[in-house]
């Protein structure tokens, strides 16, 4: 059995099951995959699009199939010669509901359920923050559509009795809120029925029980049993209606029974302010997991590490791995667990389980070292290719644009810590609240710090938040580690630039209460058990601050190049030079060489092949600044007068029009009336969700339905008005070729660096997406599959590059050549190549070295001009002058083209090494292959 060679992203839902994707495994097979790198399977809520809100990680989704369909994939799978990555989820699941037992258990009996510990509860926080005494020992439970008078008394919340469960809860639209058996008793007296008033006394027995959880058994089994009885079921269904909220006694009832339980039902605009338990971000249908907890995390995982011990997966993918207590604690937990296995798994499958993070690395940021992970997801990848192919040039130029026309005169990075401190004063208030309440904790434990106030402390941890470089740093019990050093003490001077001088004193407290001391050293057990808890707290909110801030805030406010906005992107970089791209890759190969690399995700705000289509706009800014003013010009009349001013403001009319050329494929037609109306949908689908990402003019919490409605009235009539609609497609057209051409760049870099080369579903063909749900749309398998049937080289599939297939044959190619030399990608050293010459600017080339075997690379970058009148997205030979490259002397053999070139001791021109196609890679060993013909076998 292969090791992981390359892997297929797929989005498993009912629409796509596990089912659907066994009739595609040939293809695959064919195209080269090694192994399906699926989205999450772990039961998820019903109708889930994509996994991440899963209920019940002990089972498979029925959804997909269940795990007899799992079996059957899988075995499928094993027939071709591969393997299953599955994508886990350990730090939350879904909430709210009625579908999720543990939730509902935990509602129902609050601390005393045995789930209690599995989520992220703060039981105390009435304590500590003085928050409402109602919420002392409860759950905030911020579900309702309005405030709570008003939902109670609308009658809304309906008091139900479960006859399969014998049990009473309320029902408030998919929401179900379960009500402590110790107190059914409050129900059950008012029924007009001798047996049922004896059923109250015994509920209300329960609740001077210590075994009250395991007694309710046997009281709801004696419950059903009454319920038999037809006059029981009546008298029930008399009692209910008199805690209907919509009269006032029945109000009053309800309340005063609400009130016993262990959660306080609240308006979902609380959830901000008062939370109580952690969240995934600002989602309160995602609730938080204590995977640190040994009991949670051998519930969490037993169904995956059951899964790799039967053979049936080869790696795991953690999703969201900053969002735990503590990463390298986990990463190193499941390490030793899937060792442990390795001898158990079947004997024809491979031993070493791959172990992968999703992991956003800032700017400079490396993944530690000592975690026991093969390496990310691979998101850095997509920022590394996209800096290389955007023009440094046109930083200056597009910046004042944007500025001149959005009217927002401050830089990426200013943009972000707005945002931050937007988003801890806002949509993470009350986990911002919750940290600087553990910080304050410490400092009334000592006598030197205890005149330290909550109000200093906010203010020198909302300054340290909004100077925070980096998602996360990864302090533990011995304090913090020296590779995160460098990013606390840049945000470190930030916030002492942003602090008046007491309060800077407060600062250096927290710098030295966050890990700077560690806390194993602390002689006192409370205060030792305080700082690693004000530790855990700051470390699993500056990373939800920092996904909220820059990829859902400043990434849609600064729109230099919204092609440099993206997930695991540094946006405050526009271009980045060849030699920072090599030396990712060299690091990469020393350090994780099964690293992931893709360049598109589930993610991702922008399809690749959007963002390469951008990245060549980025060639000619005066150019786009021109096409812009006059675009202005002509739609002055679209726009919409509101009170605030116009519809869209400037700065999302320039987002706009960048996001019409970077997704305008290069085969849609304007004159297509149903083609333009698919696109339209698709743009205002987009711009909803860009408008409300801002944060500007409209937002998620309190959307703008005026300003939204008047801009995407002004999208659908600037793609109907013809001399709008034709100058746009006009222009997009000189973005088809560069763009294409970048395109395939990045697709023959991802399968050539060092790594393991991720396909995102679909994406061998053109990717001209959008942000989800645009980029889960479903994927045409048959076309294809037909297309890779139809066996074009890439020589062939070049002259109808249009078509996407052209990306395909690369893909197949290359695919192959890591099947035939699987070591060479896998331990293959890393050189950068520099070329020669008038055009050496515009090329990038390495070669890879391993076992007397070389591997070449050479691909252009910022070819618009070198591309001029071609009609094809190659670079005619002619145009690279006296470029030269000067690798290894030798015969080199094309996997891409079928000829083979022998290049001497003074290097070969560029013009003969990119002559047939517009990249290309040549292999060559010690004993010179002579023949080219195996590239098309599999």
Request: with cysteine; glycine share 6%; proline share 6%.
């Amino acid at each position: 059995m292969n090791e992981i060679l390359a892997t297929v992203r797929l989005q498993f839902h009912r629409d796509f099951t596990l089912e659907d994707a066994e009739h595609w495994v040939d293809y695959y097979a064919s195209l080269g995959i090694s192994h399906i790198y699926a989205s999450p399977l772990q039961a998820s809520r019903a109708g889930s699009p994509h996994g991440y809100d899963g209920i019940d990680p002990t089972r498979i989704d029925p959804d997909l199939g269940g795990e007899a369909a799992l079996e059957r994939l899988v075995s499928r799978l094993r027939s071709r010669g591969m393997g299953l990555i599955l994508d886990i989820v350990p730090n939350h699941l879904a909430v709210g509901g009625s579908q999720n037992r543990w939730w509902q258990d935990v509602l129902t009996w609050g601390k005393d359920s045995p789930y209690a510990d599995f989520f992220d509860i703060d039981w105390h926080a009435a304590d500590i923050n003085n928050a409402a005494p109602s919420l002392a020992g409860k759950l905030l439970v911020p579900f309702l559509g309005d405030p709570y008078a008003e939902t109670l008394h609308s009658g809304e919340l309906e008091l139900s009795y479960d006859a399969d469960k014998a049990g009473f809860h309320v029902d408030y639209h998919e929401h179900r809120f379960p009500i402590d058996p110790r107190h059914y008793g409050d129900i059950l007296r008012f029924a007009e029925h001798n047996v049922l008033h004896e059923q109250a006394a015994f509920f209300d027995a329960l609740q001077q029980r210590e075994d009250a959880y395991t007694a309710a058994d046997e009281a709801r089994y004696q419950l059903s049993k009454v319920m038999e009885s037809p006059a029981a079921r009546q008298s029930i269904d008399a009692v209910l209606p008199l805690f209907d909220g919509a009269n006032p006694n029945g109000a009053i009832r309800l309340h005063n029974l609400l009130e016993r339980q262990h959660y306080r039902l609240a308006w979902w605009r609380t959830a901000s302010d008062e939370i109580n338990w952690r969240r995934f971000f600002d989602v309160t249908e995602l609730g938080g997991l204590r995977v640190e907890v040994p009991e949670v995390f051998e519930a969490v995982h037993a169904l995956p590490l059951r899964l790799v011990e039967a053979g049936w997966v080869d790696g795991l993918r953690v999703d969201h791995v900053d969002g735990l207590a503590d990463p390298r604690g986990y990463c190193l937990t499941l390490r030793q667990r899937l060792d442990a296995l390795q001898a158990k798994r079947p004997s024809d499958v491979p031993r070493h389980v791959a172990l992968y993070v999703e992991k956003i690395l800032g700017d400079g940021e490396t993944l530690h070292d000592d975690w026991g992970v093969d390496g990310t997801s691979g998101y850095e990848f997509m920022n590394e290719v996209s800096g290389i192919q955007h023009s440094p040039a046109s930083a200056a130029p597009l910046r004042k644009l944007w500025q001149e026309i959005s009217g927002r005169d401050i830089d990426f990075s200013t943009e972000v810590r707005l945002a931050r401190r937007e988003i801890l004063t806002s949509l993470l208030a009350s986990e911002f609240n919750a940290c600087a309440n553990a910080l304050h904790a410490i400092a009334r434990a000592q006598l030197a710090s205890r005149d330290i106030t909550l109000a200093a402390i906010s203010r020198a941890l909302e300054a340290l938040i909004v100077h925070f470089p980096i998602y996360r740093s990864y302090a533990d019990e011995a304090g913090r580690p020296e590779a995160d050093a460098p990013f606390f003490a840049q945000a470190m001077r930030g916030a002492r630039q942003a602090l008046n001088p007491p309060d800077i004193a407060v600062l250096e407290a927290l710098e030295r209460w966050l890990g700077g001391e560690a806390p194993r050293d602390i002689a006192k057990d409370d205060e030792r058990r305080l700082r690693q808890r004000a530790i855990v707290r700051f470390q699993q909110l500056t990373s939800p601050v920092a996904a909220k801030a820059v990829e859902d805030t400043a990434g849609y406010r600064s729109a230099v190049l919204i092609s440099r906005n993206d997930v695991g992107f540094d946006g405050e970089h526009f271009s980045h030079s060849p030699k920072h791209f090599h030396e990712a890759n060299a690091r990469r190969a020393r350090q994780f060489p099964r690293n992931m690399v893709t360049t598109a995700t589930h993610d991702h705000k922008r399809g690749e092949d959007v963002r390469a289509r951008l990245a060549a706009l980025s060639e000619h800014a005066t150019h786009f600044a021109t096409h812009v003013e006059h675009w202005r010009r002509l739609a002055a009349p679209l726009r919409r007068s509101l009170p605030n001013g116009v519809a869209p403001s400037p700065g999302d009319e320039l987002i706009l029009y960048q996001i019409l050329l970077g997704a305008w494929a290069p085969t849609l037609d304007p004159l297509d009336n149903d083609e333009m109306q698919t696109f339209t949908q698709r743009l205002a689908q987009w711009q909803q969700k860009a408008l409300r990402e801002a944060k500007l003019l409209s937002h998620w919490l309190w959307p703008d339905d005026t300003y939204e409605s008047a801009s995407q009235a002004f999208l659908e009539d600037l793609l109907t008005t013809p001399p709008l609609r034709d100058s746009i497609a006009a222009a997009a057209r000189t973005v088809d070729l560069p763009g294409a051409l970048n395109g395939l760049v990045q697709t023959v870099l991802r399968l050539t660096v060092p790594g393991v080369p991720d396909l995102y579903q679909g994406g061998e063909f053109w990717d001209y997406s959008l942000v989800d749900p645009d980029n889960r749309r479903p994927v045409d398998h048959a076309a294809r599959q037909a297309a890779l049937e139809a066996a074009l080289t890439p020589t062939e599939a070049l002259l109808t590059w249009r078509d996407g297939r052209i990306k395909q044959a690369f893909i197949a190619r290359l695919l192959t050549l890591r099947h035939r030399h699987p070591r060479l990608f896998t331990h293959g050293d890393y050189h950068p190549l520099s070329a020669t010459g008038e055009q050496a600017d515009h090329v990038m080339a390495f070669t890879r070295r391993y076992a007397g075997y070389r591997l070449l690379v050479v691909v252009p970058r910022l070819t618009t001009a070198l591309l001029g009148n071609a009609e094809l997205p190659h670079i005619p030979p002619t145009h690279w002058g006296d470029t030269l490259l000067q690798p290894d002397a030798g015969v080199w053999q094309g996997i891409l083209t079928e000829s083979s070139l022998e290049i001497g001791d003074h290097g070969l021109p560029i013009a003969s090494l990119l002559a047939e196609l517009p990249i290309g890679v040549y292999l060559r060993n010690n004993d010179t292959e002579s023949s080219g013909a195996w590239v098309t076998s599999r």
